[in-house]
């Protein structure tokens, strides 16, 4: 479903030496992964031998007793759509290969021969077995038939999925042979090893199957040798992880003295688009490749996995300090290179009390903090109109102050009426002209004030507002440096958030936080706001969401709703994000022409819309296909 497959990590109770009982507990591992609908599960490296039966590998009577249990393995496996990948050995051509066969109802699909054999320290894997590296047969006989053979082997159901498989010590080369087979489209990668416990090696190798499959663009499944292996100078702990582009899913506890299977729903799809969206994947240079078609895998039904509501702002409150210096050292160097190498002194900043403009005001504090400037260099411009409420005045006043900023005041109303009658327009009308008026009169006056006082406008417009074009065209859609155009409003709510650590302006920021999001153009209502952002465009938490999913890797709108519902459970009802969904694509589309002449910005997070960095798309694109496709799915 979208996408989605079920993978496993299954560490079996293993007994060396002893493949039919082996075979037993791998049995029991099987069925419970087919129960749960699992596309693929993965067992550890010489599954069915133990990894530490040394130079019994070298001996007729285990290999053959392995080949039984295989074959038992086989017959019991006739009626199951999962694919699994055991660990065995493989005599070919008079040498032994340590090896993974891919099994899948009652057949074996292909071999896949490890690469790098470990030969130091406690491995010694050269005494016994010899690399896959050099074969020359691109077959195998097995059980009497011939079996695809080869480390050049990829699996795929022509669908979303192609893997392919490494063992071990494979992962640890310099060059894994993992990067070879994301470069010819394997998504999904799996590893059977059997890698002994030292102390701080399973952080080490956490961080390493989580890194491979961040650099690979793909999801990357571990099983490692559990605790029946030997002990005779090594010890196992049956380390289970499964990892999705530098995230680490779902890891086991280690040393069970029983099974262990983990499961994880991994998004293929989105990982095949990441590819062609992201990076210099394309580039990769390709080796030869053979391809195996899977059968029919199982179908896993509803999605079994956490969607984060929120993709943009951290998922570890631990990481909020250290996000936010990162994202405020972002925007306060784009700053002060800009301002540096245009020789302005002055910064100047429409101060509303909201949260956009908030956030800018800080980031330029501490920019001119950084560079020792006097905080004085820092207008504040507060410019109250027809909806300004005392709220929102007093709490841009009082943060103004506290910062040490010189603070302006200039009231648009009159200003404004003196548009109105210019142009004939009723100011009883409360149109879009009326809001429009007064939102090019604040940009006009500080683009004016800036040219008197040597200053440069900054922008406070964020990447929500920019996705949506909840702006007026060469009003505050226009600025000198747009300092908030690469941070969408649910982090910028985070950010602000962050600075309520500094006393001094704890109060404000709680206050400023807890003000209805507005752009303040329409009159109040006796000194309270009437016309709140999210009930007319919606949610930002919606629209940051549908931003993310649409622009990272081009999700359709269907997929985007389904994961919205999972995302948000109960928050949103289908009707209101297939509702604010449709107002998203709509604008998305139909606002085009603003950000194809939106000023420079710093990008922030990996998602930007700037036509000059990652957006480019003609203002005229029609927006017909998408919304066709949403109400199909409904």
């Known amino acids: 479903m979208f996408g989605f497959y079920r993978v496993a990590s299954a560490v079996n109770k293993t007994i060396v030496a002893n493949p039919q009982k082996n075979a037993e507990e791998i049995l029991a591992l099987v069925n419970e992964a087919h129960a749960k609908k699992v596309s693929v599960v993965v067992f550890p490296e010489l599954t069915l031998t133990g990894y530490t039966a040394s130079d019994l590998f070298l001996n007729q009577?285990?290999?053959?007793?392995?080949?039984?249990?295989?074959?038992?393995?086989?017959?019991?496996?006739?009626?199951?759509?999962?694919?699994?990948?055991?660990?065995?050995?493989?005599?070919?051509?008079?040498?032994?290969?340590n090896c993974a066969a891919v099994l899948q109802r009652g057949e074996i699909l292909g071999i896949v021969p490890k690469s790098y054999l470990p030969n130091h320290k406690e491995f010694y894997e050269k005494r016994q077995f010899v690399s896959g590296r050099d074969i020359v047969r691109t077959t195998t006989e097995l059980f009497g038939k011939e079996?695809?053979?080869?480390?050049?082997?990829?699996?795929?159901?022509?669908?979303?999925?192609?893997?392919?498989?490494?063992?071990?010590?494979?992962?640890?080369?310099?060059?894994?042979?993992?990067?070879?087979?994301?470069?010819?489209?394997?998504?999904?990668?799996?590893?059977?090893?059997?890698?002994?416990?030292?102390?701080?090696?399973h952080e080490y190798r956490e961080e390493l199957v989580r890194t491979q499959s961040a650099r690979c663009m793909a999801a990357y499944v571990y099983s490692s040798a559990g605790v029946g292996e030997s002990t005779t100078d090594t010890v196992y702990g049956g380390h289970a992880l499964i990892c999705e582009y530098g995230s680490t899913l779902v890891e086991n506890e280690r040393f069970s003295l029983e099974n262990s299977l983990i499961t994880a729903d991994v998004d293929l799809e989105r990982l095949r688009w990441l590819r062609i969206n992201e990076s210099s994947y394309s580039d990769g240079r390709r080796k030869k490749t053979r391809t195996v078609k899977l059968g029919a895998l199982p179908q896993t039904g509803e999605v079994q996995r956490e969607i984060d509501p929120a993709p943009f702002v951290p998922s570890r409150y631990a990481d909020k300090k250290h996000r936010c210096d990162e994202i405020v050292h972002i925007q306060a160097h784009g700053l002060i290179k800009r301002m540096a190498h245009a020789r302005i002194q002055k910064a100047l900043i429409g101060i509303s009390g909201g949260l956009d403009s908030t956030l800018a005001l800080l980031s330029v504090h501490r920019a001119f903090e950084m560079m020792g400037w006097d905080s004085k260099d820092i207008i504040a411009v507060t410019m109250p109109g027809f909806g300004t409420t005392s709220r929102t005045k007093s709490n841009a006043v009082k943060l103004c102050k506290a910062l040490g900023v010189t603070l302006k005041e200039v009231d648009i109303t009159e200003i404004s009426r003196k548009e109105f009658e210019a142009i004939a327009h009723d100011p009883e009308e409360l149109s879009v002209t009326y809001e429009n008026v007064q939102a090019r009169a604040r940009t006009s006056i500080l683009m004016n004030m800036a040219n008197k006082v040597g200053g440069l406008v900054v922008g406070t417009g964020d990447l929500s507002e920019i996705a949506l074009g909840w702006s007026t065209y060469n009003g505050d859609h226009m600025s000198m440096y747009a300092l908030n155009s690469g941070i969408p409003k649910t982090l910028i709510q985070y950010i602000i958030e962050y600075y309520k650590s500094n006393e001094k302006i704890a109060d404000i920021i709680a206050d400023i936080l807890d003000t209805p999001i507005s752009p303040e153009l329409l009159p109040h209502n006796e000194d309270e706001i009437v016309q709140e952002t999210e009930n007319i465009v919606g949610p930002y938490a919606l629209h940051d969401f549908f931003l993310y999913h649409f622009i990272k890797y081009g999700a359709k709108p269907d997929k985007i709703r389904y994961l919205a519902l999972k995302a948000f459970g109960t928050q949103y009802d289908e009707q209101t994000v297939s509702r604010w969904l449709r107002v998203f694509l709509k604008r998305f589309f139909t606002q085009q022409f603003k950000r194809s002449c939106m000023p420079d910005g710093p990008k922030v997070g990996t998602v930007s819309l700037s036509p000059r960095a990652d957006w480019k798309m003609p203002s005229d694109a029609d927006v017909e296909i998408w919304l066709q496709m949403l109400e199909e799915g409904e």
């Open 61 to 97: 009577t285990l290999l053959a007793s392995q080949n039984e249990s295989l074959s038992y393995i086989l017959k019991n496996i006739e009626e199951m759509d999962t694919v699994v990948i055991v660990g065995i050995i493989l005599l070919e051509a008079d040498r032994l290969y």
């Open 147 to 201: 079996i695809p053979f080869g480390v050049d082997l990829l699996f795929t159901d022509t669908k979303d999925m192609t893997f392919g498989i490494e063992i071990c010590e494979d992962l640890w080369a310099v060059t894994p042979p993992s990067n070879h087979m994301a470069s010819n489209g394997a998504n999904l990668l799996f590893n059977l090893s059997a890698s002994n416990e030292l102390i701080g090696k």
